[in-house]
């Protein structure tokens, strides 16, 4: 399994980026799939993912220093989507792609799995 992420970049203060990411390979089941970061000094962090569970559905979630400026979405299966706007300094960071996902014949175990973090500078 891979998770293969891309975009990012540098941007000013109050501008847009967008970041996706596609997970590839043996995949049965996509449990949980979305976006952490990870700020020179600090902890890595949720930013936005989804978690599907064949009882209660797909749920989002998002860190509440994203809510209102970032859209997180699902556009197939395996690729998701993260549409930053409204950027601010304090949003510079390494962000990572994340998934916990069951592969084929694996008695449904969920495994986590980590893309390649992609920069994302925001200058003021």
């Known amino acids: 399994v891979q998770l293969q992420a891309s975009g990012g970049g540098s941007v000013q203060s109050g501008g847009s980026l967008r970041l996706s990411c596609a997970a590839s390979g043996n995949i049965f089941n996509i449990n949980v799939m979305g976006w952490y970061r990870q700020a020179p000094g600090k902890q890595r962090e949720l930013v936005a993912t989804f978690t599907h569970s064949f009882s209660t559905g797909t749920s989002t979630n998002y860190a509440d220093s994203a809510k209102g400026r970032f859209t997180f979405s699902r556009d197939d299966y395996y690729t998701v989507t993260l549409q930053m706007n409204s950027l601010k300094p304090e949003d510079t960071a390494v962000y990572y792609c994340?998934?916990?996902?069951?592969?084929?014949?694996?008695?449904?175990?969920?495994?986590?799995?980590w893309g390649k973090g992609t920069q994302v500078t925001v200058s003021s």
């Open positions: 994340y998934a916990e996902i069951v592969v084929a014949n694996t008695k449904n175990i969920g495994v986590d799995y």
